[in-house]
Antibody, heavy 117, light 108 residues
């Protein structure tokens, strides 16, 4: 059974960098795409970006200048870094597995990140 | 980017009734790359429908998807108590991947 688990600080100061890790268990990270998606409190879903099985990345243009998604294949993990955060970046952050057609079939439970001033 | 507009914002129905949720795209969705997700409070979204009409593994057959181009529909034939949740559509035919704003299905 494939499981994803996000981890990282729940509180980040404004202007600093948000860093999260997603641990993948029950499957190899190699054959799939791996995404980050976020959801501000009481609002809808926003795709942040993904990492392909070839190591290439694709980011939402609205966040592209601040986002980095990296893979640690040996650890079966991938990570998210979002720089220069503001209160607008406060959200639940989900990691998810994307099928080749980019539907998200498996999700982590999500982790709440609050940006404080 | 493709903007997805879902309607209605909130749908109030009773168990046993039929639900029809709409998702309209600002541009044609390539190859009907349109998915539907269900989200319950405090939980991650769950994939229901992909390719506009194919049910994901384990999804009951009371859920069905239809549509093409810019107009898509999620139907739930007979509502069960566990179906009351928020539903999102998602397009993945053109980057960036985008989601609709959601339809809340509540018990009447």
């Amino acid at each position: 059974q494939v499981q994803l688990q996000e981890s990282g600080p729940g509180l980040v100061k404004a202007s600093e960098t948000l860093s999260l890790t997603c641990a993948v268990s029950g499957a190899s990270i190699s054959p799939y795409y791996w995404s980050w998606i976020r959801q501000p409190p009481g609002k809808g879903l926003e795709w942040i970006g993904h990492l392909s099985n070839s190591g290439s990345t694709n980011y939402n243009p609205s966040l592209k200048s601040r986002v980095t998604i990296l893979v640690a294949t040996s650890k079966n993990q991938f990570s998210l870094k979002l720089s220069s955060v503001t209160a607008a970046d406060t959200a639940v952050y989900y990691c998810a597995r994307a099928m080749p057609d980019h539907t998200f079939d498996i999700w982590g439970q999500g982790t709440m990140v609050t940006v404080s001033s | 980017e493709i903007v997805l507009t879902q309607s209605p914002g909130t749908l109030s129905l009773s168990p046993g009734e039929r639900a029809t949720l709409s998702c309209r795209a600002s541009q044609s969705v390539t190859s009907n790359y349109l998915a539907w997700y269900q989200q319950k409070p405090g939980q991650a979204p769950r994939l229901l429908i992909q390719g506009a009409s194919s049910r994901a593994t384990g999804v009951p057959d009371r859920f069905s998807g239809s549509g093409s181009g810019t107009d898509f529909t999620l139907s739930i034939s007979r509502l069960e108590p566990e179906d009351f949740a928020v539903y999102y559509c998602q397009q993945y035919g053109r980057s960036p991947i985008t989601f609709g704003q959601g339809t809340r299905l509540e018990i009447k």
